[in-house]
């Protein structure tokens, strides 16, 4: 489904990428770096991330052939929740996080999603939501926790598909009559498309140079993800390993759950976030500029084919 974001709301940088001389240069020299900032912030503050998208599963209800997250392509699970909870108030303890992004897969797949949406306003983040495909019945107690939220920036966001029509409308219904604030979502370009990001058949094995451009002009790559304790910097990094049979190192992901105390771990965070090479992930990734319709189901064929 993507992040909850709109193109406007992201400046992209971008590089020119004038003379292969001048990048092969730049990217030895970002290999090398073992970025000097290793703690450019005071100690009694905190890492300032301005999105986060949190995952609870990488069940879903849909099989959307081109997901940017390639979720039907990996086997299915609900993460513990009290690891989850315990992930984000490790990252709290060094970040302040100014939006979080709740999803899954599809969030209302993991049974215990409701010990989340009870600790959401515990978190102090001024923007919270909760993507969702709108195709699960809510249950009395869900819709009470989600009536339960304080934050007066909390939000349901309804991933608009024909597919899915009469659930979501279905869905839409139950929250509007218990006055649950709900956004029906026209993804990122705001005309309902989305972004080919590629998916096993389309992506390549691009080459450094190919990928650091990519990277450099990425506008996605805002989009940091906690998932099941690694902190990635996109939504289709974890996934991506799985998928194209790729190896990360630090310079790829942060485990959330083997970082440091204090200055060490937000000396960490600050390296990992700061890092401006490109990812291993980048290379299986096609960029952030092609429209497409949105989730257009796997035929029964290829589900036959991925073994789901
Ligand atoms: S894989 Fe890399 S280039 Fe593609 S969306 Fe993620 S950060 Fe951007």
Redesign the pocket.
Known sequence: MGPHLHRDDIQIKRVNSSSEVRMNRLLKLLKKINLSISNPIPQDQKYEIGFLVLWVGTKCTLRCRDC?NLIPYVAPASFDMDQIISDMNTLLSFCRVNKLQIQGGEPFTNPKIGKLIDRIDNFNIPEIVITTNGTIRLNQQIIKSLKNVKNSNFQMVLSSYECARNKQDEFYSVLVSNHINCLKYDFYQKDGSWVN?GGPETCRNNDDQK?QE??S?????I?LSLVNGEL??????KV?SEVFGLQYDSNDYLNIRKIGDAAEGLSEIVKFLNNPH??E??R?????EEKIPPAIQLSAASKAVIGK
């Open positions: 940017g990001q990928t990519l990277y002009q990425c506008a996605f790559k989009c990635f910097r996109c939504g289709r990094a991506s490109f990812k992930y980048c299986y990734c096609l960029g952030t």
